[in-house]
């Protein structure tokens, strides 16, 4: 227990948490790369998509134009209304002349029918296509994909005027040119492949920006954050290097002021501290030589006591009783100056605790008013002056301010290797508000306890005497009324040596 108002030199650290996946460095990674690879592939994705409609649209104009103009050429040799020969002479013609393009073409007129390359029909196209083709003089085309394979189709209806052949009236000859557009896929496949693959450098070289500005970022942050370790270590003079005019360096700048800051208070609370511990153990020293004498004088005036009568026999007493009190108020000051000079030490001894326990009692006449319930065979290393002090200041206070009955229990703890003590009451218990602070030095309980002869520092001295063989003391109320006192001690201290 850290006495009340007392600064330690070095604050007792916390066990630093694991790095989660979820850190900064995660983080700034994970958006960096998430932000390159929207923007590669938004980036991509438009290219694509322009280069693609900018590689077929010129496609499908120089595929439209080349189809007219040799339909326009082919046609004039042909008569108003051509025969099965004119037409397969036509198609043949076409077929011929653009066979490096590999034109597949059919030609229908009525119901006669003529195709290239084995095409007989029409049944592979739309018959939105098909019914614009004969329905309106212009030239109509659509892409059409067939598994891997993608081709245009040109629809163009032949017009004339009077007796020659004009782009106004139908004229009932309509001409399907089907082209596979494999350069224009190939084409397209490298787009795609060319976007991949820069995507991938684009991911990379992100991920590489976003480790090194982590880099940077992390490197003040990690540096703060050791500070600050080590400030929570006690180390006040801990100062970080301010570098740059951004954030991060206001950020170390008021790291530096409020340390500043901090180190100058602790040192003054410090320097308080230490003048009051002084002070309040000078004055208990330099008490301790008047006090014995006025113990002296009052044991005879307590021997005199019987004999004196009225006002003298009560000054007698309240002088008596007030010098006890006075007494054992220094006796405790002193002791907690002990404590918080660092200067208690444990005398370690191998005891049977119930014997302990038990004589403690005996020393003190309480054997007729304690319950006992302490097995023998328990034993462990204490201090056997301190651990009279703590069961003394338990059982003591039980008795003065508890109900009866008051017991006494040792048993062995459940969880680990040591040993659980118990004093508890039947009395009114303890007021809620109180149970954080029993434990503090000079805190009572109530307006009754405030007017005892008890000085604040039993519990106080108690919990320290606890503390220093590395266990803990809890106060609790009863279910059925009265308060509990539980005392957990180990074995054997940790860390703890008779001293030689």
């Known amino acids: 227990m850290t006495p009340q108002g007392h600064i330690p030199k070095t604050a007792p650290r916390k066990r630093s948490r694991p790095r989660s996946l979820g850190g900064l460095r995660a983080r700034l990674l994970f958006s960096f790369v998430l932000v390159a690879a929207l923007s590669a592939l938004g980036t991509g994705a438009l290219t694509f998509q322009q280069a693609r409609t900018g590689v077929l649209q010129q496609s499908q104009d120089t595929v439209v134009n080349q189809f007219r103009q040799s339909v326009d050429a082919a046609v004039l040799e042909l008569p108003s209304a051509p025969g ?71 629809g163009l209806p032949v017009t004339y005027s009077g007796d020659g052949y004009t782009a106004r009236t139908l004229s009932g000859l309509t001409l399907y040119l089907i082209v596979p557009q494999k350069s224009e896929q190939a084409y397209v496949d490298a787009l795609v492949t060319a976007v991949e693959r820069a995507t991938l450098p684009a991911l990379g070289l992100a991920a590489l920006l976003a480790l090194l500005l982590a880099r940077g970022v992390l490197r003040p942050v990690r540096a703060l954050s050791k500070a ?29 002021d409020t340390a500043a800051a901090l180190e100058e208070s602790i040192t003054e609370l ?10 309040a153990a000078d004055i208990s020293h330099e008490l301790r030589t008047p006090l014995a004498a006025m113990t002296a004088v009052t044991d005879v005036l307590a021997e005199e006591t019987p004999g004196l009568v009225g006002d003298t026999a009560d000054a007698v007493r309240l002088i008596t009783e007030e010098t006890l009190r006075l007494a054992r108020l220094v006796d405790d000051l002193m002791e907690i100056s002990r404590f918080d000079a660092h200067a208690a030490e444990l005398n370690l001894d191998d005891l049977d605790l119930a014997e302990s326990l038990r004589r403690t009692l005996a020393i003190r006449g309480w054997p007729d008013d304690v319950r006992t319930d302490l097995p023998d065979g328990i034993r462990a290393r204490v201090d056997p002056r301190r651990l009279d002090v703590v069961v003394a200041n338990l059982v003591g206070n039980a008795l003065r301010h508890g109900g009866q009955p008051v017991t006494l229990t040792l048993r062995r703890a459940a969880d680990e290797p040591g040993v659980l003590i118990e004093v508890s009451d039947h009395g009114p218990g303890i007021p809620e508000s109180a149970l954080p602070h029993l434990f503090e030095r000079f805190y009572k309980a109530g307006p009754a306890r405030s007017r005892s002869e008890s000085s604040g520092l039993g519990l106080a001295i108690t919990a320290e005497n606890v503390h220093l063989h590395g266990g803990h003391i809890h106060a609790a109320n009863r279910p059925g009324g009265g308060a509990v006192f539980t005392v957990e001690l180990p074995l054997r201290p940790h860390g703890k040596e008779d001293p030689t």
Request: hydrophobic share 40%; no cysteine.
């Open 84 to 154: 099965q020969e004119e037409l397969d002479s036509l198609v043949a013609r076409l077929a011929r002349e653009h066979q490096t393009q590999q034109w597949n073409v059919l030609a229908t007129y009525g119901d006669l029918r003529a195709a290239s390359s084995g095409l007989a029909s029409v049944d592979g196209l739309t018959s939105e296509l098909r019914a614009s083709v004969e329905t309106r003089p212009v030239a109509v085309f659509q892409r059409v994909r067939t598994g891997n394979h993608s081709s245009l189709v040109v």
């Open 228 to 256: 600050t370790r080590r400030m929570a270590d006690g180390h006040f003079d801990v100062r970080l290097s301010v570098e740059g005019t951004d954030e991060l360096a206001d950020l170390a700048q008021a790291f530096n």
């Open 270 to 279: 410090r320097r308080m501290e230490a003048g009051a511990r002084r002070f």
